[in-house]
């Protein structure tokens, strides 16, 4: 089964400041897609980035990026001029094609003023 | 942008009685699914739901869960006696399957769900 993992229970940043989160997954499958989601206190899912498993190039999304490293199966999300409004738990999930998301436990970014 | 809309927001129940959480994926969708968060844990799969059936569903799901699509856009959640343990926040999700699209999986904003 895959497996999700973020070493990172909480994390805080400067704002203004570039923070990285981390995030390992398991699986033997070479192709599939990886996925940051945001939840807000308001406890929604909302989708940061995405990065699909053939591409090389890393995943950009204004001030997000990702850092994905097929090989160590390693896929770290970096935010660059961190804002109070990106103060949330951050979950990285893994999706095999048509099969169900499986999610890590969560980071809780804290953006401190 | 096309959203995935669920109702109600927040329900509060007696435990033994029965909840219907309902939930109107993206148009076009062919991929619908249910997650569940417990208050401070991660969130968990518990069914997908493809082709008018069910293509997976994890432990959780056991024989008081059913899905259903009645119709050609509501996709809900049936819980037939609740417990307490099954309040947490419930999410749908719908994906297209549309490989151009990328597989993205999209959220409704979560069913509060309190058992008392």
């Known amino acids: 089964a895959q497996t999700v993992t973020q070493s990172q229970p909480e994390m805080s940043v400067q704002e203004a400041e570039t923070v990285t989160l981390s995030c390992t997954y398991d699986?033997?499958?070479?192709?599939?897609?990886l996925f940051w989601y945001k939840q807000p206190p308001s406890r929604q899912m909302i989708l940061v980035i995405r990065?699909?498993?053939?591409?090389?190039q890393n995943a950009t999304e204004n001030r997000f990026s990702v850092n994905f490293q097929k090989a160590a199966k390693s896929f770290s999300l970096k935010i660059s001029d961190s804002q109070l409004g990106d103060a949330a738990m951050y979950f990285c999930?893994?999706?095999?094609?048509?099969?169900?998301?499986?999610f890590g436990a969560g980071t809780i970014l804290r953006v401190k003023s | 942008e096309p959203e995935v809309t669920q109702t109600p927001s927040h329900q509060v129940t007696q435990m033994g009685q029965e909840v219907i959480l309902r939930c109107v994926p993206i148009?076009?969708?062919?991929?619908f699914y249910w997650y569940r968060q417990i208050l401070g844990q991660k969130v968990e799969f518990l069914v997908s739901?493809?082709?008018?059936?069910?293509?997976?569903k994890s432990e959780i799901f056991d024989d008081q869960f059913s899905v259903e699509r009645p119709d050609g856009s509501n996709f809900t959640l049936k819980i037939r006696s609740t417990k307490l343990e099954d309040s947490a926040m419930y999410f749908c999700?719908?994906?297209?399957?549309?490989?151009?699209?990328?597989?993205?999986?999209?959220f409704g904003e979560g069913s509060w769900l309190t058992v008392v």
């Open positions: 990065q699909e498993a053939y591409k090389q």
């Open positions: 999700a719908s994906m297209s399957g549309d490989l151009s699209s990328g597989n993205t999986i999209y």
């Open positions: 739901f493809y082709n008018n059936e069910i293509s997976e």
């Open positions: 699986t033997s499958e070479s192709d599939y897609y």
């Open positions: 148009s076009n969708h062919l991929y």
């Open positions: 999930a893994y999706l095999e094609y048509g099969n169900k998301l499986v």
